[in-house]
């Protein structure tokens, strides 16, 4: 490395953020861009290990380790210390397709595996990779890759999530014509409408998506597969298929008076909230204005919720979780360099503690049925608290009787993640489905192959709702696949 004791001189300096009760005034970005100075320290605390679990992307027992895409983290690390950004850059592009993205969005896995986290904090990975690219975009670094010749090989990818980005991008590079089809007005999938802008800025995604229809990209929106295009019309006119249709088949709450209106599936609270962006904020069909609203489920999707309830001037906000808190060290079950499952405060709950005096976040409450008035509007929740019990050697979810609790509530978003890819598309190909409704591919997870000759499928569809780090992954391992497939076969073989 540039400079050897980086790791012991400076310690980690996470990026600034704006003020809570400041940023929950609008939409834009919460995260404020390190200094030179701060980036030139934080890079020289890598320690470029001789096995750097930050890039490995291994599954141990179940437990993922460091960086799906494989990242040379401490190449670039040390490209950065040393001020070379323009060659950082390109160590960066050889594995990871849109950084921006990642350097945004992604939990970072790499820094739950940094050897300095054993005994110390981590490097501020992710922060470095979002600087990288952003001056890459700055300086005109980040090049429009048109293929000196074409295959004469057509591919059709259904979805523009990430995976279906990264495919795009892959195959493209690799000479072949790539349409995206898309069933919304803009691309970007999950990341465009199911992402709040103040963790990703609209404009960042299309910045990129002008990047690859400048390279040869074709992008097809507001088009439902099985609606607008039929499969036998994609069958005839593309070579191979790829199916990246994500998991978006959202899990429900079956419970007494489910039907009231203002209970809303989370993802679609967020896509319309992102939608009415465009025009006026306020414009939306569901909004959190003057309302007490509860959140169903702990996850990140839950605090996106959280969060843009907050800038829609909500009353209260609450979010329910069935788990205890997260301890706030790692447990002996939680071992390095395995991700750490340790409490954190996200935006959305520090903005939620500095707007209404209190971590939105209740614990251990289980929903037990709704409360409608006269009207069908919902009106509230009655819940119980649970605790975690070990039962016949089985850890197990208990009620506890005389916890019974009744929350006011007028908005009710359920955010307790998918079942999986919607089933329609899936029908309408004739694809086989896995014990979890997800697409059916070849030999489990190392072959994106489905049941029909020259379709392939990849992404949240295939493995399940993951982090968009593992939709650029599998993105780009499909695209391999599908490469190797269409220079095998001198003809059209898709029939």
């Not at 939409?27 to 404020?32: K, S």
């Not at 990642?102 to 490097?123: F, K």
């Not at 005389?402 to 929350?407: F, P």
């Not at 359920?414 to 598309?425: D, K, S």
Request: hydrophobic share 35%; proline share 5%.
């Amino acid at each position: 490395m540039g400079y050897l004791k980086g790791f012991m001189d400076f310690t980690r300096r996470d990026q600034d953020v704006r003020d809570p009760i400041d940023r929950i005034k609008n939409w834009e970005e919460y995260v404020i861009r390190f200094s030179d100075q701060d980036l030139k320290e934080q890079s020289s605390r890598c320690m470029d290990c001789g096995t750097p679990f930050c890039h490995t992307g291994a599954e141990w027992d179940g437990a993922y380790v460091g960086c799906p895409v494989n990242n040379f983290i401490p190449e670039w690390n040390e490209l950065v210390s040393e001020e070379n950004w323009e060659e950082a850059l390109r160590r960066l592009e050889e594995t990871n397709n849109f950084p921006e993205f990642t350097g945004r969005v992604c939990p970072a896995p790499c820094e739950g595996s940094c050897t300095l986290a054993i005994n110390d904090d981590p490097v501020t990975i992710k922060s470095i990779e979002n600087e990288i690219i952003e001056r890459g975009f700055e300086n005109n670094w980040v090049e429009v890759k048109v293929p000196s010749k074409r295959t004469g090989k057509r591919v059709a990818i259904v979805g523009s999530g990430p995976a279906g980005l990264a495919a795009a991008d892959q195959l493209n590079e690799m000479g072949h014509h790539v349409t995206v089809y898309e069933r919304d007005d803009r691309p970007g999938g999950l990341l465009m409408y199911g992402i709040p802008n103040m963790k990703l800025e609209k404009d960042t995604i299309e910045r990129r998506i002008n990047v690859m229809k400048e390279s040869g990209i074709e992008f097809v929106c507001n088009t439902e597969i099985g609606v607008d295009v039929t499969r036998d019309e994609l069958k005839r006119d593309y070579d191979s298929v790829i199916m990246c249709t994500g998991a978006q088949d959202p899990r429900d709450v079956p419970l007494e008076n489910r039907d009231s209106s203002g209970i809303h599936f989370a993802m679609e609270y967020l896509t319309a909230a992102t939608k009415a962006l465009e025009t006026d904020p306020k414009d939306t069909p569901i909004t959190a204005e003057g309302k007490n609203v509860i959140v169903i489920g702990g996850g990140d999707t839950g605090a996106d919720c959280v969060a843009t309830a907050l800038r829609q001037n909500a009353k209260r906000v609450v979010q329910f979780g069935k788990h205890p808190a997260s301890p706030e060290e790692r447990t002996d079950q939680n071992p390095w360099p395995e991700f750490p499952m340790t409490f954190k405060l996200d935006y959305g709950y520090k903005e939620g503690l500095e707007a209404l005096g209190e971590d939105p976040r209740k614990y251990e409450i289980l929903t037990q049925r709704f409360e409608k008035g006269k009207d069908g509007q919902v009106t509230a929740l009655h819940t119980l608290n649970v605790e975690k019990v070990y039962e016949n050697g089985k850890l197990v979810t208990k009620e506890i009787p005389g916890t019974e609790q009744v929350w006011e509530a007028d908005l009710v978003l359920i955010a307790i993640g998918f079942l999986g890819p919607e089933q329609e598309v899936l029908e309408h190909f004739g694809l086989k489905t896995d014990e979890r409704g997800r697409i059916w591919t070849v030999d489990g997870m190392r072959d994106y192959r489905t049941n029909e000759e020259g379709v392939y499928a990849a992404g949240d569809a295939r493995r399940g709702q993951s982090l968009v780090v593992w939709a650029i992954r599998e993105g780009r391992e499909v695209a391999d696949q599908v490469d190797q497939y269409l220079m095998s076969h001198k003809e059209k073989q898709i029939v």
